[in-house]
């Protein structure tokens, strides 16, 4: 299928927060809500109500404040959290979905959940049918769906849809899949259950292996219409896809991925900064996208090449992300940077003068000194 418009659900209030140590009150969550509403999210996922009386506010203050992305709230299949998720959801300004989740997987149906594979297509069928009709969407998620029998998944995916799921998510919760296993088991979910094609189907990566994206945009070319993912990948244990990975990839290699998304891609410099400050999170310095050195480009020839033609290094144009390109002068730095350099700087040394710093900034660099300008020029001006 071409050009398909991918749904993207974002869960940095959700699965992002349950990175240790973060915990966003109501009105982070409103500020970081806002700024994905900016991004272009379709979903948000704000938090999961019943957890505790201040995810519970978290739910509530974003599904009152943000009105064109869907606010969602994640559920188990207690009713006791159906009801909470809700509720939370009840003053909405816009569209309200409540994601409910149930593991599928033997061990976790044997040794966490202690029921049998009747009971939980049952309580499957239940939970989804108790909230049908009290939010605008309902989304049913087989949690730890790629280490579950896929006819068992679409036995359960079949139950949860007659039911009136709008949106089915597969997650690949302990991201143990490989990518063309994940694109395999996807597609062979939705042979098996042909109803899914009525519905949204949700791809959910973590990274434990490193390849939420990967497996992520696999889940996409077999069918999936909507990416669950966080601002700079954050989320339990290694993470969830990242958000701005995910969308960068689909829009900078749409050659090969024609889908599109709502993403507008001058505004993740922005969410990524502000998750950042508010969760705590650094974000690495060689992360794809956001990260610090994204941008930056250190060695001699790459930045000999960088002042000729950016496309030289660069496969995205960093304005464009709110983001901007550097130079940094190091060790492996050459002369058209350290000369461009100076002229910012608005310095303006002969070239004897110029050559004489830059022999002495190459002496002091390679001593793995964080060499500046002034240390430079320091003996030669002596
Ligand atoms: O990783 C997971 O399975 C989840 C579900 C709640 C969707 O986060
Ligand atoms: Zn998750």
């Known amino acids: 299928m071409r050009n398909r418009r991918i749904t993207i659900l974002d869960t940095t209030l959700r699965d992002g927060e349950q990175s240790p140590g973060i915990a966003l009150s109501p009105d982070e969550k409103v500020e970081i809500a806002h700024a994905l509403d900016a991004l272009g999210v379709d979903v948000i996922e704000a938090g999961f109500a019943v957890s505790s009386p201040g995810d519970f506010e978290g739910v509530r203050a974003v599904a009152a404040a943000v009105s064109r992305p869907t606010v969602a709230s994640l559920s188990r299949t207690r009713h006791e959290d159906l009801d909470a998720a809700v509720e939370a959801l009840a003053v909405a300004r816009g569209r309200t979905r409540?994601?409910?989740?149930?593991?599928t997987s033997p061990i976790h149906m044997e040794f966490k959940l202690?029921?049998?594979p009747d009971e939980v297509v049952a309580q499957a069928r239940d939970s989804v049918a108790y909230v049908h009709g009290r939010v605008d969407e309902v989304e049913f998620a087989c949690e730890d769906a790629t280490r579950s029998d896929p006819a068992f998944v679409a036995e359960?995916?079949?139950?949860?849809?007659?039911?009136?799921?709008?949106?089915?998510?597969?997650?690949?919760t302990v991201g143990y899949s490989l990518p063309d296993e994940y694109a395999s088991f996807v597609a062979e979910v939705r042979r098996l259950c042909p109803e899914l094609d009525r519905v949204a189907l949700a791809v959910h990566c973590h990274d434990d292996l490193g390849l939420a994206v990967?497996?992520?945009?696999?889940?996409?070319?077999?069918?999936?219409?909507?990416?669950?993912?966080t601002v700079n990948g954050i989320g339990e244990r290694a993470g969830v896809a990242a958000l701005e990975e995910v969308a960068m990839a689909l829009r900078v290699r749409s050659d090969?991925?024609?889908?599109e998304t709502g993403?507008?891609?001058?505004?993740?410099?922005h969410a990524s900064r502000l998750v950042s400050e508010l969760t705590g999170y650094a974000v690495q310095p060689n992360k794809a996208i956001v990260g610090a050195n994204a941008f930056a480009h250190e060695a001699g020839i790459h930045q000999d090449g960088m002042l000729k033609h950016a496309g030289t290094y660069q496969i995205m144009d960093p304005e464009e992300l709110g983001l901007t390109m550097t130079l940094p002068l190091g060790k492996h730095s050459g002369r058209h940077?350290?000369?461009?350099?100076?002229?910012?700087?608005?310095?303006?040394?002969?070239?004897?003068?110029?050559?004489?710093?830059?022999?002495?900034?190459k002496l002091l660099a390679d001593a793995g000194l964080d060499v500046t300008l002034t240390d430079a020029f320091e003996e030669v001006a002596a």
């Open 256 to 259: 090969a991925y024609d889908y």
């Open 114 to 116: 202690g029921l049998e």
């Open 337 to 361: 940077a350290f000369r461009r350099a100076v002229t910012e700087a608005g310095m303006s040394p002969s070239e004897d003068e110029l050559a004489a710093a830059f022999a002495r900034f």
């Open 263 to 269: 993403i507008d891609p001058s505004r993740i410099g």
């Open 214 to 229: 990967a497996n992520t945009l696999a889940g996409v070319r077999a069918g999936a219409s909507q990416v669950e993912c």
């Open 156 to 172: 359960v995916c079949r139950a949860a849809i007659e039911a009136g799921a709008t949106t089915v998510n597969l997650p690949d």
């Open 98 to 103: 409540v994601h409910i989740v149930l593991a």
